[in-house]
């Protein structure tokens, strides 16, 4: 029986070690040695995985989900950017040479 399915879920059918090893691994997976840091690490958990799903969503409008794509447009931007800058630099020094 799956302890995944709520709806068939039955305490009575675990045993006082089988909990224990559960959460056992439970503070091993989430690297706490503190039971009491057990929630508060799961809330950070979720708090983060609902930061990342609206990042994903937010650049799935840009149509850059992919991380490849994504750092692709960061990169193609910032050398645009570098070329804006060195052109303005020229002007500025083309300007400042006839006066």
Not at 33 to 39: C, G, I, L, R, Y
Not at 77 to 83: K, T, V
Not at 88 to 98: G, K, N, P, V
Request: hydrophobic share 35%.
């Amino acid at each position: 029986m799956s302890a995944e399915r709520s709806s068939d879920y039955d305490p009575s059918d675990y045993d006082l070690s089988w909990y224990q090893s559960q959460w056992s691994a439970l503070m091993e997976a989430l690297s706490v040695s503190d039971p009491e840091a057990v929630v508060g690490e799961v809330k950070r958990l979720r708090e983060r995985a609902t930061t990342l799903e609206n990042q994903h969503e937010a650049l799935a409008e840009l149509n850059a989900d992919d991380p490849e794509r994504a750092l692709q447009m960061i990169e193609n931007m910032a050398d645009q950017l570098e070329e804006l800058y060195a052109e303005r630099e020229a002007a500025a020094r083309e300007s400042s040479s006839h006066s």
